[in-house]
């Protein structure tokens, strides 16, 4: 048995929720903003508007109140990178390294980023965490809530 057919046997034993395996790539799912169980599903229904749920195979993009501060990280990250490289390319085109005005100029081209950022600090920062604990064992009570409210709005009333 060689490497890829040991981790399809992993990753067909770490299904449990019944999902088909994905068709798609992990960095290919990534960059589209989809769900990383089933990586079908958007993760994004608007500019800033998240489907929780996941429209396809319904996992919570939630899992706790407060979830996505660690996506503040990412976003500061992210946010940090791209400046400084927007800095420097103003910098080098007006041949002025330290001015109000480059500084100006790279933060006017950096703030129509910031949608973008927002959401891709949100979609890896969810698949850092559904890197780290894939299954739903460590749910919280806040999590646990969501699918029994899930569960009985798909159930329907009895």
């Given at each position: 048995?060689?490497?890829?057919?040991?981790?399809?046997?992993?990753?067909?034993?770490?299904?449990?929720?019944?999902?088909?395996?994905?068709?798609?790539?992990?960095?290919?799912?990534?960059?589209?903003q989809r769900c990383p169980r089933c990586r079908e599903?958007?993760?994004?229904?608007?500019?800033?508007?998240?489907?929780?749920?996941?429209?396809?195979?319904?996992?919570?993009?939630?899992?706790?109140?407060?979830?996505?501060?660690?996506?503040?990280?990412?976003?500061?990250?992210?946010?940090?990178?791209?400046?400084?490289?927007?800095?420097?390319?103003?910098?080098?085109?007006?041949?002025?390294?330290?001015?109000?005005?480059?500084?100006?100029?790279?933060?006017?081209?950096?703030?129509?980023?910031?949608?973008?950022?927002?959401?891709?600090?949100?979609?890896?920062?969810?698949?850092?965490?559904?890197?780290?604990?894939?299954?739903?064992?460590?749910?919280?009570?806040?999590e646990k809530m969501r699918l029994r409210?899930?569960?009985?709005?798909?159930?329907?009333?009895?």
């Amino acid at each position: 048995m060689n490497f890829g057919e040991c981790a399809q046997r992993v990753r067909e034993m770490v299904n449990l929720h019944g999902t088909p395996t994905p068709k798609r790539g992990i960095w290919a799912a990534l960059i589209r903003q989809r769900c990383p169980r089933c990586r079908e599903g958007k993760i994004f229904r608007g500019l800033v508007t998240m489907n929780d749920p996941c429209p396809v195979c319904g996992l919570l993009f939630q899992r706790e109140e407060g979830y996505f501060l660690g996506a503040m990280y990412v976003s500061y990250f992210f946010s940090s990178g791209i400046y400084l490289v927007l800095h420097a390319l103003w910098s080098i085109l007006r041949d002025d390294w330290f001015s109000y005005a480059t500084m100006f100029r790279a933060m006017a081209t950096f703030l129509p980023l910031v949608p973008l950022i927002f959401r891709y600090s949100r979609v890896v920062w969810i698949y850092l965490d559904r890197d780290a604990c894939p299954t739903d064992f460590s749910a919280g009570p806040y999590e646990k809530m969501r699918l029994r409210q899930l569960q009985q709005n798909t159930e329907g009333p009895n």
